[in-house]
């Protein structure tokens, strides 16, 4: 089962910053947490991950908290390209698998 | 920047019958899984792959699946016997090192009559 929590869906508008949060209140000291969004059924494409330190790509950013047990990503100027199911993940880097749970569906609006 | 190739993109195939699913990796990686996600479910794990052999499974890979990489190249997912439940998108997803991110394929829509 996947080991974080994220809202079912959310709106934000074109050309503002869409901020997704996750929990991940059991993440262990050894446990990246990865982000992947779905576009249609197309397969599942890298965003970002990161242990504990903030991490920014030309994609996204994210945001851990100090504690560990929730993140944010954030896009900064979304688009409506950036509508999209996103997905949390919380793995270790010694072979675990990447479990997928529902995610958010993101909707971008025009 | 590089791909993760899946063929075909779309099988149509009749209950009963054998299918192979094909994946070119990326170039150098190690690290091999197959997933599936039925229409307006969650993306599920099948299997992962390294050194010639799987190092996982979920429940979902009984023993109408296999994997292997045959060539060296092309990583392969055979169902022996398709039913209608196994109708879904299935995606290959490989990586470089297991630090690092995968990278899934576009996927092959398999659909069972």
């Not at chain 2, 779309?10 to 039925?38: A, D, K």
């Not at chain 2, 299935?90 to 659909?111: H, I, S, V, W």
Request: charged share 20%; aromatic share 12%.
């Amino acid at each position: 089962d996947a080991k974080t929590t994220q809202p079912t869906s959310m709106d934000c508008a074109e050309g503002r910053a869409a901020n997704l949060p996750c929990n991940h209140s059991t993440i262990s000291g050894n446990e990246y947490v990865y982000w992947y969004r779905q576009i249609h059924s197309q397969g599942p494409q890298y965003i970002i991950h990161g242990l504990k330190n903030n991490e920014t790509n030309e994609m996204a950013s994210l945001i851990i908290t100090e504690d560990r047990k929730s993140s944010t990503l954030i896009l900064p100027h979304a688009t409506l390209r950036d509508t999209a199911v996103y997905y949390c993940i919380v793995r270790d880097n010694y072979g675990q698998n990447f479990v997928f749970g529902p995610g958010t569906r993101l909707s971008v609006l025009p | 920047e590089p791909e993760v190739t899946q063929t075909p993109s779309h099988q149509v195939t009749q209950m009963g019958q054998e299918v192979i699913l094909r994946c070119v990796p990326i170039s150098n990686h190690l690290y091999f899984y197959w997933y599936r996600q039925i229409l307006g479910q969650k993306v599920e794990f099948l299997v992962s792959f390294y050194n010639n052999e799987i190092s996982e499974k979920s429940e979902i890979f009984d023993d109408q699946f296999s994997v292997e990489r045959p060539d060296g190249s092309n990583f392969t997912l055979k169902i022996r016997s398709t039913k209608l439940e196994d109708s879904a998108m299935y995606f290959c997803a490989t990586q470089g090192d297991m630090n690092t991110e995968a990278f899934f394929g576009q996927g092959t829509r398999l659909t069972v009559v």
